[in-house]
């Protein structure tokens, strides 16, 4: 069965610029969360939806942005870039409904987005 | 909170043992456990539920102490393969928390 699929796979953007990033979940995930990855802060939580419903959301600025379709699919967006926002841009789906307990998250490969 | 992963890096020799932990303040209903070869996503190794259960397959094994909120990540007999960064991932028990806050990573390498 396909995995999670990201794209696109880099972006190069200006800063000041915005960008849209897409996430397909697993077919049949309802419950898709979002992680930025730099080498000094590791992974850090964007936000998580279900069932097109924000269920939580990180400490990030409100350029910060994402959104969940009926068939599951996600995106997130940022405006007005900065250079310090240059990051792996990780995606997971999971199959619960529930706080992650009892199923594990798979990831997509993310997206590389350098901001210059 | 984020979890604090301990140690940063280990290096072992083919065959050897290692131990990562992982800690929280927070009172945790799960902890899962993650690999990251570079330049690849994250993959699931296992989660743990509260109630102190151990887990494993093939050599690498996690225990979970609930009242410590803390779990281990045992890998016994190191293959090459298992070099990368692990990752622990804590959900907290505290309301409709539905986030799985990682820790920072251990980076396990291991030579021939």
């Known amino acids: 069965k396909a995995g999670v699929t990201q794209t696109p796979r880099y972006l190069i953007k200006t800063r000041g610029q915005q960008v849209t990033l897409s996430c397909s979940p697993i077919?049949?995930?309802?419950?898709v969360s979002w992680y930025q990855q730099t080498p000094g802060q590791g992974l850090q939580f964007l936000f998580e939806?279900?069932?097109?419903?924000?269920?939580n959301k990180g400490n990030f600025p409100g350029r910060f942005s994402g959104r969940q379709f009926s068939n599951s699919r996600s995106e997130m967006n940022v405006s007005t870039l900065e250079l310090g926002d240059s990051a792996l841009y990780l995606c997971a789906s999971s199959f619960t409904r529930n706080p992650p307990g009892a199923y594990g998250y798979t990831f997509g490969s993310g997206t590389r987005l350098t901001v210059v | 909170q984020q979890p604090v992963q301990s140690p940063q890096a280990v290096i072992l020799r083919e065959g050897e043992d290692a131990v990562i932990n992982c800690s929280s303040s927070k009172a945790l209903y799960s902890v899962h456990w993650y690999r990251q070869k570079h330049g690849e996503a994250p993959v699931f190794l296992m989660i743990l539920l509260k109630g102190g259960e151990q887990k494993g397959h093939d050599k690498i094994s996690a225990s979970f102490n609930e009242k410590k909120q803390q779990s281990s990540l045992y890998l016994t007999a190191s293959q090459l393969s298992y070099s990368g960064t692990y990752f622990c991932?804590?959900?907290?028990?505290?309301?409709?928390?539905?986030?799985?806050?990682f820790g920072k990573g251990t980076l396990l390498t291991v030579n021939p």
């Open positions: 939806y279900f069932s097109e419903t924000q269920r």
């Open positions: 991932g804590t959900a907290e028990t505290a309301g409709s928390n539905y986030k799985l806050t």
């Open positions: 077919s049949g995930h309802r419950s």
